[in-house]
Structures are given as structure tokens and as C-alpha cells.
């Protein structure tokens, strides 16, 4: 027969069991709950989603992001420029809007920035191209574009973070140059519809903030709503209005 002792520890050990049974079910359970519970209230809230564009079909230029302005000025007039057969042959393309240097263009280490260019080659057969900083810090890891007879034009989308040495007090270049090197003399190089913008991925081509006009910027809106958290790429999911 057990000692009152040995009964308080059979209901001590019997209690603790409960506990720790209550908890790993509170510890499961509620949290499963209450993710369903939160999921289903977010699935119900509706959601109004905004596109742009400069059609009132919403084609020409669709963009889920209004648009920033380009830091590099004159872009709107595509350059083209002759190979000399030659290595680190180079110039500059376009200077920054604010006619100053590289440093003096308010980035912070980190800041994302997106270029973006097309560009076509006249008897595309050898040699590469690079676009860089025209001045140091210089390259800044722009892929390599190599012409082939099967690679003579594109369209490129480059983002990237702003690094120590582009906000250091040596980055002195003063704008988008480039590089080729071995492209035949006759070769024609040209750059269009190009743009440097603080913004993450692509979006359509504008001018920057000392040529822009009112009718850069999209024309048209475009909205609908539903529950769900992404945002539709098809333009025909929209009701599209002017713009006033």
C-alpha cells in the first residue's frame, strides 16, 4: 500500500502530464488555428490593383510600377558608334541629368538601380561590348554582350546594388560610357531607348527630370480588384481610364 508521500507524487507526476499534454496541443493547435483564421480574413479582404500604360487597351508600355526618371539626359537620341578593330575602345554615351559626378548623385551604398538598353550591331561577327561609368570607378559588372553572327541586337535589363566605391569621394565619372573591344570597322554599334533609374527590374523608357513633359508619363490608369495578393501581368484584367 503507498504512503501518502508516494500518492502526492503519483498526482504531482499525473498533473505535470496533464500540462505538458495541454500545452503541446496549445502549442500544435492554436497556432494552425489562427494561421487559418488569419489567411481566410486576408482572402477576404478585397485588394485594388493599379497598372499603367499609354493605351486605353493597356498594351503599349504596361507596367505594374509607375515609372522613374531616368538619371541620364539626351537618351530620348539613340548613339551610334563604328568599331576600330581595336581594345578598350571607349567613350561616353550620356552624362547624368545633373551635369555632376558619379558621388554627387545622392545614391547610398545599397540603393538598387536598374539599366536598361536595346541595342543592334551592323555585320554582327567578333568582339564584345560592355557598358560601364564613364570615368572611375569604371565597371560596375554589366554582363558582357558578345556579337556573333547569330547575336547582332537585344534587349538588356541589368539591376544591381549601389557598392562602397560608387559613393566614394574618387567616383568621379560623369556618366554611361562603353567599352569595345575587337569589333570590326565595319560595325555599327547602336544604343537606344536607354535608361539608369533607381528602381528594381524593368519599366518603361522615360526621359529625366530636366526633359521631362507631362506627356511622358502614362496616359492611361488601370485598376480591378479581387482577394488576391499578386498582381496580374494581363492588361485585359484591367479597366483602363485616361488620366486627367
Known sequence: MLDDSSNRLIW??????????IFETYNGTIP????SVTSTTQASIPVEHTAYAYSADGTDRFSTVYPNLNLLKGTKTPKSITGNNSVNQRSLLYSFDNNNTLVNQGFRV????????????????????????QGTPWGFNVPVINLSSTNGSGHVVYT???????????????????????IPTNTVITFSNLIIRKAKGSQPWMPSASEVQPSDYPTYIGTYTDHSQSTSNDPTKYTWKKRG
Not at 499525473?14 to 505538458?20: K, R, T
Not at 494552425?32 to 494561421?35: D, P, T, V
Not at 545599397?110 to 560601364?132: C, K, M, R, V
Request: proline content about 2%; aromatic content about 8%; glycine content about 8%.
Open 160 to 182: 544591381c546594388n549601389i557598392r562602397d566605391a560608387d559613393v566614394a569621394s574618387t567616383a568621379v565619372a560623369t556618366g554611361l560610357g562603353y567599352r569595345l573591344d575587337n
Open 32 to 35: 494552425k488555428i489562427l494561421e
Open 110 to 133: 545599397n540603393d538598387t538601380i536598374t539599366l536598361e538598353f536595346d541595342w543592334s550591331a551592323t555585320n554582327p561577327a567578333s568582339g564584345h561590348i560592355i557598358l560601364q561609368w
Open 12 to 21: 504531482i507526476a499525473v498533473g505535470l502530464a496533464l500540462i505538458f499534454g
